[in-house]
């Protein structure tokens, strides 16, 4: 039998807060600095922003115009979603962004037969926007009503380090492509005690491949390339320049009044669900790099209520998309060693700003995708990274232990990934009855890696040995942040701005 340690032979301690972040969520760097690492985040933001419309509008019929007009909503909705979720969800630094989690009942609605049978282009744009907008602003009640009425706060009781640990981690297992982590190697230059390539080095290496990239273009490079090479590196194929106006203020209903379809509906509540999971686990690791206490069940419940209002806002003014928590965006608060929640506020102004200002946002908007995805694979690693750090307060000595992380890891990479092969080859999900509404939300449930790890890992956690393994799962430190008043740091990190917790007490 192996020799227990000594305590002195354990030279890194369980720490409830990360150590060498430079600002934390309620510290701030200079202003000039904080416009700048905003500025930073909002090109981030870009990336998803403009991804999920370039593949979905066109699949209804949209032109460049459309797909430009869906662009700045989307960009615009994200900017007031960020400032509300920061003032009064969950106040962590997260930028509240557009999620894929909606891309299999939106494109459900997409191949509907009433709407593939409208012979006009623009016409059927038009109406399958308007069902989409429908089916959000109905299945928005999902997590309002759970965050409002605290019931997710209930069900959080039921997790636990080692439930959540395989939740995290898949939340930031993503793209994964060729990396560009200047900042990682290069962050000892320094001017004016500023580290200037680790503090801005995405900021630096997109200017630089995407100046290259509009040098090659500008050439004519590209001219005899493949139309997918064109697409994917080009700086102008897009169009979003060319097609965007130069001032444009979103509104709601724009596009219309829209349309209500209970099977549409019913699919998309399966979206709003995994929205919700992933963002719970997204909110969890943006509390570590803030370096805050984690959310306690209250304010996570608070947050998930305002992500619900935020899903609303999306489904009236026509976004194409549902709204969750941006991984990449947490991920650089690891990168730049920043969690300064002023930071994140900057960047929601500057997707509103450049949102209505429409050429400017469309020059920035044209950065090329693949670009983003080597960014993606070293901020989604990160996150993957902070939730394994959670691990550090369990016992992974445990055979419990090891046994509930490795299914749940296992089950939440492979089942997806079953889910997407099998849809790749056969043109739709393994769920296919007559039933349409049926194949689609449990298409989009085991679509999700981190919502799959969520059932298994919580399911086992809380059904096997569980009574005898408390202190294994972590759970006498876990258990201090669940309350509001279980910690003294809590007050400083998450009470609500103007006072208004006179009106809204926390729990």
């Not at 509906?265 to 919700?276: E, T």
């Not at 959310?295 to 026509?318: E, K, N, T, Y």
Request: charged share 15%; aromatic share 14%.
């Amino acid at each position: 039998m192996a020799a227990d340690l000594k305590p002195e032979e354990i030279s890194h301690p369980p720490m409830d807060q990360l150590q060498g972040l430079e600002y934390c969520i309620d510290s701030n760097p200079s202003w000039g600095e904080a416009i700048a690492l905003g500025f930073q985040h909002y090109i981030l933001a870009l990336g998803t922003a403009v991804m999920i419309p370039s593949f979905l509008v066109p699949l209804m019929g949209g032109n460049n115009g459309d797909k430009v007009r869906v662009v700045q909503t989307l960009l615009f909705v994200e900017g007031i979603n960020t400032l509300l979720q920061t003032l009064f969800g969950t106040r962590l630094p997260t930028v509240i962004g557009g999620s894929y989690a909606f891309m299999v009942p939106i494109v459900s609605i997409i191949h509907d037969p009433t709407l593939t049978s409208i012979t006009d282009d623009h016409l059927r744009f038009l109406s399958t926007m308007r069902a989409v907008q429908g089916a959000l602003i109905v299945s928005s009640s999902i997590q309002i009503i759970l965050g409002y009425s605290q019931l997710w706060a209930i069900c959080s009781r039921f997790f636990s380090p080692i439930g959540m640990v395989p939740v995290m981690a898949l939340v930031g297992f993503g793209l994964f492509d060729r990396g560009f982590p200047c900042g990682t190697y290069l962050k000892g230059f320094q001017t004016k005690q500023l580290p200037i390539l680790e503090r801005f080095a995405l900021l630096i290496s997109i200017t630089v491949i995407w100046a290259y990239a509009h040098l090659l273009t500008a050439s004519g490079a590209y001219k005899h390339r493949p139309e997918i090479t064109q697409i994917n590196c080009r700086t102008d194929k897009a169009y979003l320049i060319s097609s965007a106006p130069w001032i444009k203020i979103p509104y709601p209903l724009q596009w219309g009044a829209p349309t209500f379809d209970a099977g549409h509906c019913f699919g998309m509540m399966a979206a709003v669900f995994v929205s919700l999971i992933e963002s719970t686990g997204a909110y969890k690791a943006a509390s570590r790099l803030a370096s805050a206490t984690p959310p306690p069940a209250h304010v996570l419940s608070r947050g998930i209520g305002w992500q619900g209002i935020g899903i609303l806002l999306d489904g009236l003014f026509g976004t194409l998309t549902g709204s969750t928590v941006s991984v990449e965006n947490i991920g650089l608060l690891g990168s730049t060693r920043v969690g300064s929640r002023r930071v994140i506020q900057i960047a929601a102004g500057f997707m509103i700003f450049f949102s209505i200002l429409g050429k400017f946002g469309a020059l920035f908007a044209s950065i090329p995708f693949p670009i983003f995805g080597a960014v993606y694979c070293v901020l989604f690693g990160l996150v993957a990274s902070v939730g394994l750090s959670f691990l550090q307060f369990t016992n992974m000595n445990s055979m419990r232990n090891l046994f509930i992380t490795g299914v749940a890891f296992f089950l939440g990479l492979s089942v997806p990934e079953y889910f997407r092969e099998y849809t790749a080859k056969a043109y739709h999900g393994p769920a296919h009855t007559r039933a349409g509404w049926f194949n689609d939300f449990l298409n989009t449930i085991f679509f999700s890696a981190p919502t799959v790890a969520l059932i298994i890992a919580v399911f086992l956690d809380n059904t096997l040995d569980y009574k005898d393994s408390a202190r294994d799962r972590g759970m006498p430190w876990w258990v201090k942040f669940r309350t509001f008043k279980g910690d003294s740091r809590n007050e400083e990190f998450y009470t609500l701005p103007f006072n208004l917790n006179r009106f809204f007490p926390p729990s």
